[in-house]
Nanobody, 128 residues
C-alpha cells in the first residue's frame, strides 16, 4: 500500500508563501488522484485542492487564485504552492490519495471519503 509523507509546513507571516510536498512511497502509476485537505483546531477537515488524471485540478473557493496544486510523477511527489497566506489558512494540512479511478465530476474529489490513503499531516501556521 502506498504511504504518504508530507513536509514543508511551518510558521509564516500574513502574505507569505509556503510549498507543501507529499512524497509517495511507491511509484505513482497506480495512484489515480491525490488531494490536499486541512483541519483547523475545533473544525472539521475540509477540502483544499485535488489533482487527477489528465492533469485536471479543482480548488476550494478559499484556495482558488492563491494555491496551486501540482504533481511530479517522476519523483512520486504532490505539491501545494500556497501564496498570499492568511491567518485563516492556519491548519494541519493532509495529503491524500486513491489507487482507484475517480469520478467524472469535480465534486467527487472534494469528498474526503473517496480517498483511501492519508499522510500524517504537516502544520501550517500563519501569524497576523
Amino acid at each position: 500500500q502506498v504511504q504518504l509523507v508530507e513536509s514543508g509546513g511551518g510558521l509564516v507571516q500574513t502574505g507569505g508563501s509556503l510549498r507543501l510536498s507529499c512524497a509517495a512511497s511507491r511509484r505513482s502509476f497506480n495512484i489515480y488522484y491525490m488531494g490536499w485537505f486541512r483541519q483547523a483546531p475545533g473544525k472539521e477537515r475540509e477540502f483544499v485542492a485535488a489533482y487527477w488524471v489528465g492533469s485536471r485540478t479543482v480548488y476550494a473557493r478559499s484556495a482558488k487564485d492563491r494555491f496551486t496544486i501540482s504533481r511530479d510523477n517522476a519523483n512520486n511527489t504532490l505539491y501545494l504552492q500556497m501564496n498570499s497566506l492568511k491567518p485563516e489558512d492556519t491548519a494541519v494540512y493532509y495529503c491524500a490519495a486513491s489507487s482507484r479511478p475517480g469520478g467524472y465530476s469535480d465534486t467527487y474529489y472534494l469528498d474526503d471519503r473517496n480517498y483511501a490513503t492519508w499522510g500524517q499531516g504537516t502544520q501550517v501556521t500563519v501569524s497576523s
